[in-house]
Each structure stands twice: as structure tokens, then as C-alpha cells.
């Protein structure tokens, strides 16, 4: 046996391994929140805006977007208030995209980064319409 693997086997024994790894392990499974608010311009109101947490993946060599859930298997997603305002809790660590729609309007994305901690965002839409 050599001199690596006995060590890794001393501090599996010794619980040092888990005190090492617990942190990485722990940081995959932090959650954190997005908010913010959508604001808009020529009189478009800002209430109704479905927004959600979204992943793209490939299938079959086309690219699909797929709403991310919690730990339940909640959909993260939400829909604006009178005032534009939003919240979403439960977003896992990591780059994800925030997708915003309301009908008559194209889907938009903007890429978020979840590594630090909760964030904030401010979305300013010249939104056109679907034709």
C-alpha cells in the first residue's frame, strides 16, 4: 500500500476527511434569492411578468430552456406586482438565466451568476411586440 493511500485512509479514520470536504459539499447545496424589478417605458405595465429561473440543455441537437425547481420540485418562478417587483427564493448556487415574458411580448433572458449570495437585479425592458 502506498504512503497516499494510507494517509487517505488515516484521515477518513479520523473524520478529518469530512471536515475538509463538508464545506465543498455544503456549498452545492446553498440556496439563495433574486429580486428585483422590471421597468418599462411607453405606459407598458409592469405588473403580469412571469419570472423564472431557467436551465438550457440540448436534446436531440436543439436547444431547450427548462424551468428550474427547488428542493421539493417547486418551479422557481413568480409573477411581478403592481409595481414591477419580484422575488424568487430557493435558487441553487451557481449561473443560471432569468427569463421574463408576458403575453404579447417576447421571452427575454439575462444571464445571473448565484455563487456570492442573494442578488439583486434591475430590469429595464424595451420590449417588442410579438408580431
Known amino acids: 500500500m502506498s504512503v497516499l493511500s494510507i494517509f ?9 476527511w469530512f471536515a475538509v470536504w463538508k464545506p465543498l459539499l455544503a456549498r452545492r447545496e ?8 422590471i421597468s418599462t417605458h411607453r405606459g407598458l405595465d409592469p405588473s403580469g411578468f412571469r419570472i423564472w429561473i ?3 440543455s ?3 441537437g436543439s436547444l431547450e430552456m427548462e424551468t428550474l425547481g427547488d428542493e ?6 413568480t409573477v411581478t406586482d403592481s409595481q414591477g ?12 438565466w ?3 415574458k408576458k403575453k404579447g411580448l417576447n ?14 437585479v434591475e430590469l429595464k425592458l424595451d420590449m417588442k411586440i410579438k408580431s
Request: net charge positive.
Open 8 to 16: 487517505l485512509l488515516a484521515l477518513l479514520g479520523t473524520g478529518i
Open 98 to 100: 432569468l427569463a421574463f
Open 58 to 60: 440540448t436534446t436531440g
Open 107 to 120: 421571452t427575454r433572458m439575462r444571464l445571473i451568476n448565484m455563487e456570492s449570495g442573494n442578488i439583486t
Open 30 to 37: 446553498e440556496r439563495y434569492s433574486v429580486s428585483g424589478r
Open 72 to 77: 421539493q420540485g417547486k418551479a422557481l418562478e
Open 85 to 96: 417587483n419580484f422575488a424568487i427564493s430557493e435558487v441553487p448556487a451557481g449561473v443560471h
Open 54 to 56: 431557467a436551465a438550457m
